[in-house]
């Protein structure tokens, strides 16, 4: 359950951000996750809603997570497709097993709206 | 400056989110990864590495496959060699580095408490403590090895020029399918304790394959330690790091 640190990492960085810019409550916070960031985002919402209770600055906060896309591009024919979900079992347009990925391991905190 | 001791670090990132004001709220762009303060932690310690001279190798499996084994038996084959140095990774207990220590090479215990992984931040912490020890600053191996999971420590840089995952023969050869990221995110995958082949339904070629399809760059090993079984293959792995990271050690310098 890694995603509890990060989750910590996250609540730092949002404490440091309404200091800087003098904002006493965190109303939605939007995060870029992955399908291979290797992140649950399930897990991270949980362990979110746990932390936050803890903490006056997020407690009524919303949390919006966008599913970001892996781009498998063909080791054959050089093809590409896009997906949210699990890894293509072979190439669509030539049969190929060997699909290199490209993208999707991101956990980006990406807009924070304070007041 | 670095978060763990606050040794200089050359990879301190300023950002200047761009903000605008509506009547009461403000909204700030950050787009900024949860990962960046790991990956900046990360990066000072591949320095601090590399400073030394020395190639570090995370190691990742489950509880049980044989890393401190692997490592007992390695030190065992190559400790007039190079030196090495080892960072072991628990939940709780030093009974891994008194396992090391036995073998007479410097190693520190982290204890995480909990928490399912090591991160960049510890290793900084381990990789001080160890220079303490006698004969931790002049490494040309440092082996981190992590907290027994297949999961959690996929996701943080600990600064290792080489990961490697391990899966023993009695675990099964559906690993790779069942936990890409450890070997999406690797450069070897080990496969140990080949003198159990006999007793388990295990084909090295199925785990092998099925790694492959998820990395055609990771190199695959299959070895068992105990019996020394194509150990051979492991320890020449070694010493081409090694001589990796000297060659680029001396180019930079």
């Known amino acids: 359950m890694h995603e509890i640190s990060l989750v910590q990492g996250l609540l730092s960085q949002l404490q440091e951000l309404a200091r800087q810019n003098n904002m006493n409550r965190v109303v939605s916070i939007t995060m ?8 649950v985002a399930d897990s991270f919402r949980f362990g979110f809603e746990i932390l936050a209770q803890e903490d006056d600055l997020v407690r009524d906060a919303t949390l919006v997570i966008n599913t970001t896309t892996v781009t498998y591009r063909c080791t054959g024919c050089d093809a590409t497709q896009q997906t949210r979900g699990d890894k293509p079992d072979n190439c669509p347009a030539c049969g190929e097993l060997f ?10 905190l990406n807009r924070v709206e304070m007041e | 400056m670095c978060d763990a001791c606050g040794c200089p670090s050359p990879s301190d990132h300023a950002h200047g989110p761009s ?17 960046a303060a790991n990956e900046a932690i990360a990066t000072s310690n591949r320095e601090h590495f590399e400073e030394m001279g020395a190639v570090a190798i995370n190691l990742i499996s489950s509880p049980g496959s044989g890393k401190t084994t692997l490592l007992e038996h390695t030190i065992e084959a190559l400790k007039e060699e190079f030196n090495i140095g080892v960072i072991e990774g628990d ?5 891994d580095a008194d396992r ?7 190693v520190v215990q982290l204890t995480t408490g909990g928490a399912c992984h090591l991160d960049a931040s510890m290793t900084h ?5 160890l220079q303490k020890e006698p004969g931790g600053d002049t490494l040309d191996i440092l082996f981190i090895e992590n907290v027994g999971n297949l999961v959690c420590p996929t996701s943080f840089d600990l600064g290792e020029h080489h990961r490697i995952v391990l899966v023993s023969v009695p675990e099964g050869p559906d690993k790779p399918s069942k936990y890409p990221k450890a070997f999406t995110s690797s450069h070897t995958f080990l496969i140990t304790k080949t003198d159990l ?7 090295v070629e199925d785990a092998r394959d099925d790694a492959l399809k998820l990395n055609p760059t990771l190199r695959v090993l299959d070895f068992s330690a105990t019996s020394g079984e194509n150990f051979d293959q492991w320890l020449s792995l070694l010493r081409e790091l090694v001589a990796a990271a000297k060659k680029k050690n001396s180019l930079q310098a």
């Open chain 1, 99 to 108: 699909l290199l990925a490209e993208g999707g391991d991101e956990l980006i």
């Open chain 2, 125 to 129: 912490r381990g990789f001080h403590q």
């Open chain 2, 19 to 35: 903000t605008h004001t509506h009547s009461h709220t403000k909204t700030v762009d950050v787009h900024e990864s949860l990962f």
């Open chain 1, 32 to 39: 870029d996750i992955g399908p291979l960031s290797g992140v």
């Open chain 2, 100 to 106: 090391i220590r036995a073998k007479g090479v410097p």
């Open chain 2, 197 to 203: 082949l006999p007793y388990f339904d295990f084909k």
């Open chain 2, 91 to 95: 939940i709780e207990t030093e009974r």
